[in-house]
């Protein structure tokens, strides 16, 4: 059961200013060897040395090159596919220099601002893309258990658990500046949608 995660995930328009407590947020690197029909293998990097703006000219290899000596931890993940909010997800910590030369060598890149914060109960991560990925943001709480009864953030517009185009090993392969005017077009037509399978969805106005 340890090698499981359990997250709900939310498309926002922008980071939430007040989330921002004016240190670093995680930076991360990361790549994807494999990522079909939702299965993933992925290498990440990531350190909290480095402050890099998220845009869409932020070009993952350039910082990689840059920070490379600043990572701090590095990691090989296998995840399988998302299924209502639960998904297989084996981590082991690798080198930090084996990290970076297999990032450089292959797989489809991402680079992301991580902010964390705790709201009433549940810790958040609130992800900024950069790159092709700009401008998304995604904030998603994970649990050790199912996500349940959750008190969402007013900030966060419309449920995508189980979108697998917004997954980041989706984004690896698809980035959002592909599909950006679609998703606002449906969100447009189709309006918030929240998933009801997961308890009582409480909306909290008010973040600090």
Known sequence: MDDFEYERRFFCREMPPQLDDGDAPTLIVQSYYVHADNYALR????????RVPMTRDTDPLDVLEQCR???SQAFVTIKGPAVGGT???????????????????GGEIIIKNRYSAWIDEDGWNIDVFGGSNAPLVIAEAERSGPVTNLAIPSFCVTEVTDQA?????????????????EFERELAEHGPQFQQVFGRNRIRHTVR
Not at 43 to 50: E, F, G, M, V
Not at 165 to 181: C, H, I, K, T
Request: glycine share 4%; aromatic share 10%; net charge positive.
């Open 165 to 181: 185009r917004f997954s980041n090993d989706g984004l690896a392969s698809n980035p959002y500046a592909a599909w950006e005017g």
């Open 87 to 105: 998904r297989y997800e084996a981590e082991r910590e690798i080198d930090t220099r084996v990290a970076v030369e297999l990032v450089r060598r």
């Open 43 to 50: 290498i990440r990097l990531q350190t909290r040395k480095a």
């Open 69 to 71: 000596d600043l990572f």
